[in-house]
Structure formats: C-alpha cells, structure tokens
C-alpha cells in the first residue's frame, strides 16, 4: 500500500480536516463577537439544517432549507441574550464536530443539556452545507466517522 496512488490520501484527508476545523472555527469566532454577517459568509445559501426542537422532551429530527432559516434562529438566539462558547471542535474529511456551549440555554429547553450543543457541520468547497444537530457527544462523533 505504501508508495501507491493513494499514499497521500491521508495526508491529503487530514489537511482538509485541518482546513475544514479552521473554517469552523472563523464561523464560530465571528458568530461570538456579534458579527453574523460574516458567520454567515461562511454558510452556503442552500444549506440543510437538521434539528432537534430544544422546547421537546424527545424531539424528532426536523430539517429546513436555506441560510435565511438559520439566520432567524440566530437572531432569536441574540434576543434572548444567548451567546456560544465553542469547547471541542473535532474534524474527519468535509465533517466537523462541535460542542459549544451557551450559557442560559437549557431554561428554553425541556431536557437539561448542561447547556450544550453538539453539532456535524458538513464543510464543501469551503461552505458550511449542512447542519444536523445530535442528541449528546457520542452521537455527533459516531456521525463524523
């Protein structure tokens, strides 16, 4: 296998990871400081968007459409005051796991979280195309591998 075509598959897969975890990671950075405008460069107009209703004890998984979706769920996140600390970002390929945490968010919920989010960002050509929020952080992981 070694010295084969496909010897800098790896190397060429973690760098894309690597790139991929910085995108995230500018994302999350702009959304942090208030700047959604720039958060939301990085966010394919298309993108697919899968969440779990947070006001639900068992949520089922929801999916919307577009960039201007989750643009409103940020703007109702900014009127209650909700800001996102990211506390691991983990990459495989064009997936990205994040947990973030944001304070004060388990008082809309109807099932403590610790008030955190885990979340599998799908990353091409540079865009944020989709979202699928997980139930805890062994579910996000097994949907990045």
Known sequence: ????????????????????????????????????????RFVDPDLEWTYLDPSLEDP????????DE??????????????????EVVGNGDRVMVVARTPGLDAYRAKAADDRNFTVITVRNGRIVALRDCRDRNEALSAIR
């Open 60 to 67: 089922e998984p929801q999916v919307c459409r577009g960039r």
């Open 1 to 40: 296998m070694y010295g084969g075509p496909t010897a800098n598959r790896p190397s060429e897969e973690g760098s894309m990871s690597n790139e991929n975890v910085e995108l995230i990671r500018s994302a999350y950075e702009a959304y942090a400081r208030g700047d959604v405008a720039t958060m939301l």
């Open 70 to 87: 989750l643009e409103a769920a940020l703007e109702r996140r900014a009127e209650r005051g909700l800001t996102s600390e990211v506390e």
